[in-house]
């Protein structure tokens, strides 16, 4: 555990610096989004039955689950992030956090989010947690750089929030859980495709194997940004056909799904850095409203 940077002189830093540090280790950004999506299927899984207390564990569980993964990730890929520019100012490549804080920091967290979801909520959602960790430590993480079709094997535990959430609720895994997870999926290849197009540079110089790396004329990328797009537009409205949401939910579906894939055929097109920036934007605007909707409209 003891690496190069422990035998050289750390920078001076405060503690105020040190919380801070933590705090960005849990990638706070798509932590948030996360959660949001978790918490949208616990409360849509309980209909009117909603058990706070449940609830609020459920909060905590998903909550250490997304930090201490996030935190391990950056013990993972520090060698790789002091390459890039997008990531040299992290944590552990600035030396604002050592590689051993970081592994223990993380650990903790995965433990304690283990714990509360085998322990606090329930055998399948535990289940789920434990999936989603191994799954996205030891088959996504070293995959960045063994195919450029990491991608599709990272979306499986990245899709696995709304399974979490309901799980939480009910201890089961219904259709409508599946279809959360389908929403979740899809939607994570245009998210991620547009960063690897936007710093295309920084994970060639990395030799992170990105697809638009290895594609060079963009066609992949860009059929997988519009199919999957394409993709979730059709999966985006099922919540409204198997009675889960109603027809608020339905319209507003419509609209963002048409909206979102607008954005990815205008990124194709263009096939700019800047395109790819908005791109992302519509990502990150389009999952929460669409479950904030379709939370709205089940009520």
């Known amino acids: 555990m003891r690496d190069a940077e422990l035998l050289g002189v750390l920078p001076s830093i405060t503690p105020g610096d040190k919380l801070r540090a933590y705090f960005e280790l849990t990638k706070p950004r798509i932590a948030t989004l996360i959660l949001i999506v978790a918490m949208a299927s616990f409360f849509l899984a309980s209909g009117d039955q909603v058990d706070v207390g449940r609830a609020l564990i459920?909060?905590?569980?998903?909550?250490?689950?997304?930090?201490?993964?996030?935190?391990?990730n950056h013990f993972l890929e520090r060698e790789w992030d002091a390459l890039m520019k997008r990531t040299v100012k992290r944590p552990l490549p600035s030396h604002r956090l050592t590689a051993t804080e970081a592994f223990w920091f993380g650990t903790l967290l995965s433990v304690v989010a283990l714990v509360v979801n085998f322990v606090f909520i329930n055998t399948?959602?535990?289940?789920?947690?434990?999936?989603?960790?191994?799954?996205?430590?030891?088959?996504?993480?070293?995959?960045?750089?063994?195919?450029a079709y990491h991608t599709?094997?990272?979306?499986?535990?990245?899709?696995?929030?709304?399974?979490?959430?309901?799980a939480a609720a009910t201890g089961t895994l219904p259709a409508d859980a599946w279809i959360l997870f389908g929403v979740l999926f899809f939607w994570q290849f245009p998210h991620f495709l547009s960063i690897d197009m936007m710093y295309r540079e920084?994970?060639?110089?990395?030799g992170m194997l990105v697809l638009p790396v290895v594609d060079r004329s963009g066609r992949a990328v860009h059929l997988q940004i519009v199919g999957a797009l394409g993709l979730l537009a059709g999966i985006g409205i099922l919540?409204?056909?198997?009675?889960?949401?109603?027809?608020?939910?339905?319209?507003?579906?419509i609209v963002l799904g048409a909206g979102f894939l607008a954005a990815g055929i205008y990124t194709s097109v263009l096939n700019t850095k800047m395109a790819?920036?908005?791109?992302l934007r519509a990502s990150?605007?389009?999952?929460?409203l669409l479950f904030i909707f379709m939370l709205a409209s089940s009520l």
């Open 202 to 206: 920084d994970y060639e110089r990395a």
């Open 152 to 166: 599709a094997l990272g979306a499986l535990s990245g899709a696995t929030p709304p399974l979490l959430g309901w």
């Open 239 to 253: 919540p409204y056909f198997t009675g889960l949401a109603g027809p608020v939910y339905l319209v507003a579906a």
């Open 58 to 72: 459920t909060l905590l569980g998903t909550a250490a689950l997304a930090a201490g993964i996030f935190a391990l």
């Open 124 to 147: 399948a959602s535990g289940l789920v947690a434990l999936f989603t960790l191994v799954s996205y430590l030891f088959v996504y993480t070293p995959l960045k750089r063994r195919t």
């Open 284 to 288: 990150v605007i389009y999952l929460p």
């Open 276 to 279: 790819a920036k908005r791109l």
